[in-house]
């Protein structure tokens, strides 16, 4: 007997098609023969076309037949055990450690997204004549593209055309493309030790062997790298990932002799060079290549939100067909309303602001963060890195409790960060970020950070 | 002589760096000795702290070098061959091919977007407190994840809760996500043939060996999937990709037990199963599986808009420590403005209407197509598949002149869609696309396709 309920507000057709199903499941065997549409229609009282459309599911699933003379058998297939469907409940909350200070080196803060404008500019967008009926650019958008290139053009001294731009959702994203596009020519890279751990893990999950080459004092060390046989590397010229190390300009040239020299390719990875705090930004290395042998990498995620999921990759000419033929040029990266707005937002002239405004943010926290540090840890600290991005690296020069620092950073609630987890290296240092807080933060958690770093010294620092 | 004008936007000791760089560049040699600070400020009527900012910049950059007594010299570096920078013109338009009618069979028209609707929902969004500073769940926001979790558990029959679910940038970064996983296990991809390209690709890039298997009436041939030792297929058993065909439940299940039996896994892709005409939509294989064997994709590109780029995978349990420890679980994928306005429409009812009004749209659409092609094609031609999708696909049924549809098409300005091109298999259909027309399109788009189509008979149709 079907349960088959005129008033409910499922159609009387879908009603009897879940209740003939699992009618079939639990009593049926194979080739047994179901009612005719005749029968049902008038022992259930509804319309023969009803009972015709619960069949028609029944059969495009493939549980009956449909024989000669119309008559309906099941399929000779035993369903019970795929029968029970059990309801499901959804869990609607997901577990979360809580941190009263959390010092996430890559984080801006909340205040420091501007929210009311931007909220303004995806309204004009959104009057505008977009097309959410079709694919876009697989490149982005074009316009989009245009401000970008004018940007780096300006201030970092990139040379490019547009049409050399791919907008990616993010530096895995343009990174991942990028390994994926030079693979036929290049089996093998080289890059920085310490280093950024994600370069390594994308060009590891493509097949690529990974040679790591050590730093000095100019950044990598170019002799180690001509000795690898590498003809691909991965840097970050401008501020090193982790050691914050810049390569002055006698190595870059001789970085971009050695490429022209041995037709090599330099993936250039200029991730926050905005956030320069001393002195202006570096400009880049791929400006000062004549022999399209840069791809660079830049990103919105330091300077503006990382929440847009918004990076962007320059490729050398030579590259560019490459790219086209490998992957769908109709089918883009980013969504289109994320791209249209963030072109008006730099057309518009807000993202020089933005850079300015967000410099200015950010040099205050870092110099507060700084000398707290200093005044707080003072000799027993030495500082590795710091006039640049959204963290301060610090190491103890005395004898120290590294274990002891997490435990009681766990047992504080402070989320603590350390170069060696995220650069594959041998080099330490504590990642003390500063840009997710505000300036009271700042104080709170360097007092204390610093009361805990006292604990852990295992001697006392040498008088000044 | 150095250019500084006191007058100019350019802060005097970025002008005075700029004078000075071309300067080195161009006239000095290795350990030349550049003026003392106090020389420049006098020459130029500047204060020494400009020239100090200028020098710094020259330092941190590498082309100075600071000794003892405060003197600067020029590094020991040629730079004369990377000192021209020429001001770079940027072309302000892409050239674009331009058609009457493009018969595109994944579009949907500009007008089934609801425009007014997101924007309404995006500004709520933007007035809640989206933390913009910070990076988001890697897998999603989790509100998005318990929304999209009940839809496919209500409408597509699968079981899953939200903690399985990845929210990715549309359907090939779902997919090669997932390829990326599981590499360590499976290392030869079974897919269907004809199938989707796409697939062949993402696989092939990371090194998988990739096995065509062929399809009958009831899609992907089972025995020969047996016999091809993979334990790892990709299928689209509700629509076929490219031929239409529905998997039956009885060879479903039969997959199932397969997977089952050999502790391998399926990976369903269920694109554009919301659209389907004149049955309801074949609930998911996902649904019918208790071993955890397969992995579901979905995607809003069908049904909402391409241009969103968000598509989810359901992983099987025993996959999800795999996913958490392989990639970065505080990155997500997708932008969070996007995520939580999706979020929105869904949890307000937004998309279920949606779906109504867009499947009854599209119905409309459908059926005005193929009327008009039965009734000017009439025998002459074949319907491969229909009643589902964004496209019927046709083949003509007497000798026909191919190559000439193509010439005729290209020189009346109408883009066509074949399905070789993007399977990589022997089977060929034209891909007529609906969705991105309105009706009245639609009437002259096949109008001018039946006048070339008619051009390309080179044999009269047997009469009825």
């Known amino acids: ?22 009618d079939i499941i639990e009593n049926y065997k194979a080739n ?46 035993i369903f019970g055990e795929f029968g029970v469907i059990k309801p499901i409940n959804i869990t609607k909350e997901e577990p979360k450690e809580q941190y009263l200070y959390d010092f996430f080196p890559a984080r801006l803060s909340k205040d420091s997204f501007p929210l009311k404008l931007w909220k303004r ?12 009926g079709a694919y876009s650019s697989g490149q982005g958008e074009f316009g989009l593209r245009v401000e970008i290139a004018k940007y780096i053009i300006k201030s970092r001294g990139v040379k490019c055309q547009a049409n050399q731009i791919i907008i990616c959702s993010g530096f ?29 893990k994308v060009f590891d999950s493509l097949g690529y ?24 590397v991965f840097t970050t010229p401008s501020h090193q990932y982790p050691t914050g190390v810049t390569m002055p300009i006698s190595n870059r040239l001789k970085l971009l002799s050695w490429a022209k020299d041995k037709n090599a390719l330099i993936i ?31 990103t919105f995620s330091k300077s503006l939100s990382p929440a847009l999921r918004v990076s962007y990759m320059v490729l050398p000419n030579h590259l560019i067909p490459i790219y086209q033929n490998l992957f769908d040029v109709n089918v883009s990266r980013v969504s289109l309303i994320i ?3 963030l072109e008006l937002f730099m057309s518009e002239g807000h993202w020089d602001r933005h850079l300015r405004k967000i410099r200015t943010l950010n040099r205050k926290k870092h110099n507060l963060m700084k000398s707290l540090l200093e005044e707080k840890l003072g000799n027993t600290m030495r500082i ?40 594959g290296g041998e080099w330490e240092a504590i990642r003390m970020g500063f840009g997710g807080f505000n300036e009271d933060e700042i104080v709170e958690a360097i007092n204390l950070f610093s009361m805990i770093w006292h604990q852990c010294l295992l001697q006392r620092p040498k008088p000044l």
């Open 1 to 22: 007997m079907y349960n088959i309920n005129q008033n409910n507000k499922t159609p009387l057709h879908i009603q009897l098609y879940h209740e003939i199903k699992k």
């Open 32 to 77: 047994d023969k179901l009612p005719s549409l005749r029968k049902l229609a008038l022992e259930y009282n509804v319309s023969k076309n009803t009972v015709e459309s619960a069949y028609s599911q029944l059969l495009v699933e493939g549980y009956i037949h449909n024989n000669y003379k119309s008559a309906y058998t099941v399929t000779d297939m």
């Open 121 to 132: 500019l995806l309204n004009k967008v959104m009057e505008e004549t977009l097309d959410f």
């Open 172 to 200: 895995s994203d343009s990174l991942g493309l990028l390994a994926k596009m030079i693979y036929e020519k290049y089996n093998t890279l080289a890059m920085e030790n310490p280093g950024y751990h994600i370069v390594k």
């Open 209 to 232: 062997k990974v040679k790591k080459i050590d730093l000095d004092k100019n950044g990598l060390k170019l002799d180690e790298l001509n000795n690898s046989q590498s003809k691909l």
């Open 268 to 298: 250039e990875d200029d991730y926050d060079s905005e956030l320069s705090y001393e002195n202006r930004p570096i400009p880049s290395l791929q400006g000062l290549d004549n022999n399209d042998r840069v791809v660079y990498l830049g």
């Open 339 to 341: 791209q249209k707005t």
């Open 384 to 423: 590795e890195s710091q006039g640049a991005g959204l963290a301060i690296l610090i190491n103890p020069v005395v004898k120290f409790d590294w274990h002891k620092l997490k435990q009681e950073a766990k047992k504080e609630k402070i989320k603590l960060y350390f170069a060696k987890e995220k650069s």
